[in-house]
Antibody, heavy 121, light 109 residues
Framework: QLQLVESGGGVVQPGRSLRLSCAASGFTFGRYALHWIRQAPGKGLEWVAF????????YFADSVKGRFTISRDNSKNTLYLQMTSLRAEDTAFYYC??????????????WGKGTPVTVSS | EIVLTQSPGTLSLSPGERATLSCRASQSVRSSYLAWYQQKPGQAPRLLVYGASSRATDIPDRFSGSGSGTDFTLTITRLEPEDFAVYYC??????????FGQGTKVEIK
């Protein structure tokens, strides 16, 4: 079945880095664009980043621009989020999600269960 | 950036009642590119509606979306126990960035 499984979350000190991964199965990974979305404790959903099916187009929320990078390895069916210069306000549950389309952001039709990131000293 | 404002913040209803959730955009959403998601505690969001009114796969027909321009509505005709959750709208007509509303919680009265 369609599945996205995030990993790599944890507790990290402010200013440090962390890399999240998202392993996909059950669909042709290389045909779909992907997103990272986060949810701070008790808060709503915040879109973080987008990458097109071929990795050639990327978009970021202003709150993470210049600190986070998104990438994908279509040979490994895996999406990544490299987070640097982490701040307390980056504390959240991070979800990866499949976009319905290929090369522009649309809506998300498959979601992973998420991985928690806590930025604290 | 399009700001989405959902109302009410909380909706207290009984099973079997009708729920009407609103999502208002700060500017017109191109091509009615608006989606709705349901999120239950401890779970990931689930896509309900896209394109303002198209139900996603396996979504019961008691869920329906409508609207265009700046005003959108999600209606649940007869609430089932499993429908009590938080609902988010999201626009994808004017991106980046993708934006979400702040959510409406549908709780049991």
């Amino acid at each position: 079945q369609l599945q996205l499984v995030e990993s790599g979350g944890g507790v990290v000190q402010p200013g440090r880095s962390l890399r999240l991964s998202c392993a996909a199965s059950g669909f042709t990974f290389g045909r779909y664009a992907l997103h990272w979305i986060r949810q701070a404790p008790g808060k709503g959903l915040e879109w973080v980043a987008f990458i097109s099916y071929d990795g050639n187009t990327e978009y970021f929320a202003d709150s993470v621009k210049g600190r986070f990078t998104i990438s994908r390895d279509n040979s490994k069916n895996t999406l990544y989020l490299q987070m640097t210069s982490l701040r307390a306000e980056d504390t959240a549950f991070y979800y990866c999600a499949r976009d319905r389309g290929h090369d522009a952001p649309h809506f998300m039709d498959v979601w992973g269960k998420g991985t928690p990131v806590t930025v604290s000293s | 950036e399009i700001v989405l404002t959902q109302s009410p913040g909380t909706l207290s209803l009984s099973p079997g009642e009708r729920a009407t959730l609103s999502c208002r955009a700060s500017q017109s959403v191109r091509s009615s590119y608006l989606a709705w998601y349901q999120q239950k505690p401890g779970q990931a969001p689930r896509l309900l509606v896209y394109g303002a009114s198209s139900r996603a796969t396996d979504i019961p027909d008691r869920f329906s979306g409508s609207g265009s321009g700046t005003d959108f509505t999600l209606t649940i005709t007869r609430l089932e126990p499993e429908d009590f959750a938080v609902y988010y709208c999201q626009q994808y007509g004017n991106t980046p960035p993708l934006t979400f509303g702040q959510g409406t919680k549908v709780e049991i009265k």
